[in-house]
């Protein structure tokens, strides 16, 4: 493909936006004195701020290329990820887990596990996230320089190297705090910056009935314009899964496992200024969360909209044959952006890049110092030490994922193990979490031979299908299956797994007294928090709201 | 040296949207008044002009509110 060309307004749009979170990088290190101010924030961010941050964290550009990439592979169907794939979940967290959490004064996920269980169960989960962190950040960088090189003819080492050297700055400046003002900004450059190519692909083809149209004109037999309605026949739907598949594989083991056990997300709710302001983040974030299908299913569903139409000339690039589906957004940006827009346009993808980066870095710097070096390696680190500690391993962060980017380059296939790392990490955990937090008598051994057992299982299910040793379909249920549909049931079996290993050591072994687990355990907790606010201002009522409008927009798309 | 309040989140976000937003709206009228040999697709709607007054609009009022803090 031609790249993308920018002009000089665009370069200084680019350049305007490096000199922003550099300058905000040092201008908040003056406000960063202790440890809290370094992995907290501070404690001090109202529930909009980190709301906007525990959003914008999982925003990165990877997803959105990927996202509008497959809705045109596999339809409306991607919607789900947004809607019954998120809104459940971040309610749950919200309503549910967060007291929990934010009472315990807890630093990471990992500190949870240590008070809730013991500290071998809290290292395996320190250990196993940090490198889930640092393989994911090396493998994002790398796929970063692939984006920028393909569409923009950048050179490789150089937008890698640049990159990672801002997000190395910014975070060792000023740790969380500075992440988390980095990924609003990206924030609202990503809404600013792409949403106006979907208002743009209405305008040039009609309506979004014209759109929806034109698609099942084009296929009638397989829909890529619902949500359920095709969902009882796996045949009838562009991404070949059955709702059940939907339900327990993505809306409950994959969704509730990232979004209320992944650290590099929750750690955002940490930084709250209070138990209320905590127990919002994920309330609020989940009506963003709701929108954001307007930019990127809306843009998928154009680019195929515009790819059936042979007069306007829009086509997805063809690597070695096989179609690019990562091009349908760069190429609308291109097709329609004037100069200045392209910058912007770019620069939220870049935005996109460099949070994520930032919030992978973050993430690990915290499971670093505090579960594995203060756990295991040094016990009597100091405030001083720990802040500068925290410091160091961003660097060291940074560098060990630039070594896994060019390790990624030179082994391009390992992307495609990547994609299944969190349902290794992150489902068989949800079962840990949510057996532990709900149940008094699951003991310490139950929860990490649990853990050990649902990781091994997901890691095999997957090597076991890659390498031909089983057919996929003994996972999936169905003859009919598409990666996407093996990831949701593969995550679906290994919670199953976790929580029935969980369950069956725990039944033998010795249960932690009840006293121990107050403030950790539902039941063994007393339930005094938001007691004297009026109803319209509790997180319940605002999570009956977000409820409301899900179901609403499931019907509406049905 | 801190004990100037730090400004929040929204003043950067409002210069940043400001500043973007206004040479983008520039561009657009620049290129109303010498458009271009080559254009863009819809290049008649002229996004960059109202897209660009928009931004201008949201970072100008966030800014403003948030100036003073």
Known sequence: MEAIGLTIVDWLIIIIYFVFVLGIGFYLKRYTKNQNDFFLAGRKNSSWVAGLA?????????????????????GMYVAHFYWI????????????????????????IPGYLKLRFDEKTRVLNGISFAIMTLLVSGINLYAMALVLHTFLGWNWDVSMWISAITVAVYVTLSGLMSAIFTEIIQFFMIWFGLFLVSVLGIIEIGSLSEIVARINEYSPNISFTTLWSSSSDPTKNGMFIHWAGIVLGLGFVLSFGYWTTDFLVV??????????????????????????????????????????DPKSGFKLLQDGGQVNYDSALPLLISRYYPP?????????????FMAGQAGNTSAFNTVWTYDIYKSVINKKASDKHLLWMGRVSTIIGVGISLITAYWAKSFPSIMDYMQAIFSWVNAPLFATMLLGMFIWWITPDGAFWGLITGMLSSFLMYMGVRFNWFDQSIITLSSVQSDMAANFWRAWWAWLICALVTVGVSLFTKKKP????????????????????????????????????????????? | MSKQKMKPIWYFVGLNLLIVGGIIFLVGI????????????????HPNIWWGIIMVIFGGAMFLKTKGK
Request: net charge positive.
């Open chain 1, 85 to 108: 794939g998120a809104v459940p979940a971040m309610l749950f967290l919200g309503i549910y887990m967060m007291p929990f959490y934010y009472s315990s004064k807890i630093r990471s």
């Open chain 2, 30 to 45: 620049y290129q109303l008044i010498f458009p271009p040999e080559f254009r863009k697709v819809l290049f008649y709607v």
């Open chain 1, 340 to 352: 200045g827009l392209v910058g912007l346009g770019v620069t939220a993808l870049l935005a996109g």
């Open chain 1, 267 to 308: 750690q955002r709710a940490f930084s709250a200024k209070n138990l209320r302001a905590a127990r919002m983040t994920p309330i609020l974030a989940s009506f963003f969360k709701m929108a954001l299908p307007f930019i990127v299913i809306l843009a998928g569903l154009i680019a195929i909209a515009l790819s059936i």
């Open chain 1, 54 to 74: 525990f959003l914008s964290a999982n925003l990165g550009a990877l997803e959105l290329l990927g996202m509008t990439g497959n809705t045109f592979k596999y």
């Open chain 1, 514 to 558: 009840k006293k121990e687990l107050a403030g950790l355990v539902k039941g063994l907790t007393p339930e005094v928090y938001d007691k004297n606010i009026p109803f319209i201002k509790k997180p319940e009522f605002y999570a009956i709201i977000s409820l409301t409008v899900f179901i609403i927009l499931n019907i509406m798309f049905w």
